[in-house]
């Protein structure tokens, strides 16, 4: 099964950047979409932005739209998040996640172990 790694994560200011990192190891990795999704303490995990492995379309949140970016190194089996312009409501755990057919929940079924994003006021 194929096993995903983040980083990138870590402590920053409001106003600050960060890029977070998902690298994909496995027999073969060729997946339908690749994505990133948040978990803060006491909220449910949600959508931050998705991209399709093949043609690139991507996917945002309304609530990181114009501040994130999502994109992908298909020669490196890395997928990326640009965070810019950080509020301290992003504070959270970040996941990337895996999708071998389609956009929905359900599909993405190979996750990473998340990495920690803390934004300070």
């Known amino acids: 099964q194929v096993q995903l790694v983040e980083s990138g994560g870590g402590l920053v200011q409001a106003g600050g950047s960060l890029r977070l990192s998902c690298a994909a190891s496995g027999r073969t990795f060729s997946p339908y979409a690749m994505g990133w999704f948040r978990q803060a303490p006491g909220k449910e995990r949600e959508f931050v932005a998705i991209i399709r492995w093949i043609s690139g379309y991507t996917y945002y949140a309304d609530f990181v739209k114009g501040r994130f970016t999502i994109s992908r190194d298909n020669a490196k089996n890395t997928v990326y998040l640009q965070m810019n312009s950080l509020k301290p409501e992003d504070t959270a755990v970040y996941y990337c996640?895996?999708?071998?057919?389609?956009?929905?929940?359900?599909?993405?079924?190979?996750w990473g172990q998340g990495t920690q994003v803390t934004v300070s006021s």
């Open positions: 996640a895996a999708s071998r057919s389609g956009l929905n929940n359900k599909d993405f079924n190979s």
